[in-house]
């Protein structure tokens, strides 16, 4: 019917490179810290697939994220330390998550752009009092501690080669479900939300339906990811849980772009790395690394107001233009030369 | 419960419901005219707290200037923040201004804790005195203070819209801006002066609260929550209903801790999640308010 065009097999090896380029990491990096904090940023990926979905491509913005990360975290920690095997424990996370989605997503998404913003981070903060507070299931202000690691029958992942692994195959499935949602019909129905709500619903996209869906996925996701955390550090506390972590992914979602997801993951890792600057970047002092890290919410809430107000495309845009400025450059003195081969 | 006890948690109720009707009024000023809800009100409610302590302590003022130095300089950077963040996204688009104020919620917040610190801070009463008592309830003298303050700032906001040109000039831009700006009147500086004027609300309640409750950095989130919750209570866009909200929401939150207190001990651990249930339940069953008509959105 219709034969891929080269920039969809470009792509396709693009991503293939991308994976094996990831597979590769923990035979090169011989250094633990830093290949926990690589660990950690793909934790943080699959959360941002799933936001990078909400407010990317359906406008959406929430402010209540953590709340589903923390859902999926305490879920499945309590569950496998009830003595529920791994898989099945973080399952039962993710559905919790998305429950909790779905409960909350079926009366807010009726409601206008602002109100919605409010009632996400109503629900993050209701979450975050039951976190706090629940001792009989989240240890109250103390957390959960001695969360059993991440196994298969009896084998269990306790290397970080193995969690970094384990992570990342994770991320590569969240990042292939939202590019799938958003190459397909959900996906056309959510830009055309994003467009113009209204005029979607004159053409028969069940807007609410669309945006009920998609924020479900996305807390499912927050939810995998924040079971993922759980067994890996091993421990919980509400801290990890509040409206600035929220906060904090909705920067990486603006700064990578709305509607393109490989602006997210960028923006994601940057964002991610930059306070353990120093343990990347060979040369730089752990004074700076101190220094961005006691600066964190005036950086993130920086680059939240300048993409909102310089970049509102974020990185994906800057990219868009660099390339067309570049084939521009290149096909210049070629004029009349290749052409495009259609 | 005897009398004297619920008297006692009303009068609570109603302290309370001041400082959350001046935290309303902030979101109602700064949503008529821009159409946006402006996440960092409850951090002009902090910063009104954290300049009193300031000037009090560090600079050492008389708490008489302290207190109106605190109000007029958050009112400042309440119009600093609408030149230097919101003016500048021209289209005026609600959703980006809205993650905006979002954004410029946290550095205010962590900009307050890099200058004053992460301790809580305390502030004397505004005057010394024993608590009255009336019908058995104690209400402290700085309870007075602050339903004085809420009083005098309704006044003033009601005969600002009614008896002044700017009043004036912010009502047509309430009803339409674009009509407004035709009609000649300059948009930019109503709205630079709804953020100087939401600022100096919120500040007025946060600093009169402070000797009663000490302040902290991080307060801004929780009273913003509150505020909003008063504001879309009452029906979003009206000052009158604003206030209405904060009262009703104020008396609701103390009374369910009462009742609550009487059913199961140590539950006052779950009052902060009263106020969020009241403002889900307002948002999902009567987004319209509760004293206002719904209208349908038209193309």
């Known amino acids: 019917m219709h034969r891929p065009d080269r920039s969809t097999v470009l792509r396709a090896a693009a991503a293939i490179a991308g994976v094996a380029l990831v597979a590769c990491v923990p035979f090169v990096v011989q250094d633990r810290y830093l290949l926990r904090i690589l660990t950690l940023v793909g934790i943080n990926l699959v959360v941002v697939s799933g936001l990078s979905l909400l407010f990317g491509y359906a406008g959406q ?7 589903f990360v923390g859902i999926g975290a305490y879920g499945s920690a309590y569950l496998s330390k ?93 990042l292939l479900l939202v590019h799938n949602v958003v190459r397909r019909r959900p996906g056309r129905a959510l830009r055309a939300i994003h467009g113009s709500e209204m005029g979607a619903t004159a053409c028969g996209v069940d807007t609410v339906r669309a945006k009920i869906e998609v924020f479900v996925v996305s807390a499912a996701l927050a939810g995998l990811a924040g079971a993922l955390m759980a067994h890996y550090i091993g421990s919980l506390s509400p801290a990890s849980f509040t409206l600035h972590r929220s906060v904090v992914f909705l920067t990486m979602v603006a700064l990578g772009g709305s509607g393109s997801l490989f602006g997210s993951v960028a923006a994601t890792v940057l964002l991610t790395l930059l306070p353990y600057v120093d343990s990347i970047v060979p040369g730089v002092s752990r004074q700076v690394a101190g220094f961005l890290q006691d600066w964190e919410p005036d950086i993130y809430a920086l680059v939240l107001i300048s993409v909102m107000l310089f970049l509102p495309r974020g990185l994906a845009g800057v990219g868009r233009t660099v390339a067309a400025r570049a084939r521009e450059w290149v096909a210049r003195p070629a004029a009349g030369g290749e052409g495009s081969a259609t | 419960v005897d009398t004297a006890g619920i008297l006692q948690f009303v009068v609570a109720g109603l302290k309370n419901g001041s400082i959350y009707a001046l935290v309303a009024l902030g979101f109602t000023i700064v949503y008529a005219s821009t159409n946006v809800i402006n996440f960092a009100q409850g951090e002009f409610y902090m910063l009104g707290g954290m300049l009193g302590v300031f000037a009090f302590s560090s600079l050492g003022l008389p708490l008489g200037l302290a207190v109106p130095v605190a109000v007029v300089a958050t009112a ?70 602050i339903w004085g303050l809420t009083i005098a700032a309704v006044a003033a906001l009601t005969l600002l819209y009614d008896r002044t040109r700017l009043g004036l000039a912010m009502r047509a831009c309430m009803q339409n801006r674009e009509a407004a700006r035709l009609m000649g009147i300059d948009t930019a500086w109503i709205v630079m ?107």
């Open chain 1, 61 to 67: 913005v929430s402010l209540g994220h953590a709340a």
């Open chain 1, 82 to 174: 009830a003595g529920w095997p791994w898989l099945l424990a973080v399952s039962a996370g993710v559905a919790l998550a998305a429950a909790g989605g779905l409960l909350l997503a079926m009366p807010s998404l009726r409601l206008k752009g602002h109100y919605l913003a409010m009632a996400t981070l109503g629900f993050g903060e209701i979450m975050f009092v039951f976190f706090d507070n629940a001792e009989a299931i989240t240890g109250g202000s103390d957390g959960l501690q001695q969360i059993p690691p991440a196994s298969f029958g009896p084998f269990q992942v306790t290397t970080p080669e193995g969690n970094f692994w384990l992570v990342w195959a994770f991320v590569c499935v969240s």
């Open chain 2, 76 to 145: 400042c950077i309440g119009a600093l923040v609408e030149i230097l963040f919101v003016r500048r996204r021209k289209d005026g688009e609600p959703m980006p201004l809205i993650i905006i104020t979002v954004g410029v919620s946290m550095l205010l917040a962590s900009q307050a804790r890099h200058w004053f610190g992460s301790d809580e801070l305390p502030l004397p009463p505004f005057t010394p005195g024993a608590s009255l008592s009336v019908g058995g309830a104690a209400i402290e003298v700085q309870t007075l203070w």
């Open chain 2, 193 to 299: 002066m709804s953020f100087a004027l939401a600022a100096m609300l919120g500040a007025i309640g946060g600093v009169a609260v402070t000797p009663l409750t000490q302040t902290r950095f991080d307060i801004g989130t929780g009273i913003a929550i509150k505020g909003f919750a008063a504001a879309i209570l009452g029906g979003l866009g009206n000052p009158l209903a604003a206030v209405a909200g904060g009262l009703v929401l104020g008396l609701v939150e103390s009374l369910s801790i009462a009742a609550l207190s009487t059913v199961a001990q140590g539950s006052s651990t779950y009052k902060d999640a009263i106020a969020i249930a009241v403002l889900l339940l307002v948002l999902f069953l009567r987004p319209q308010g509760l004293f206002v008509r719904a209208t349908k959105e038209k193309v």
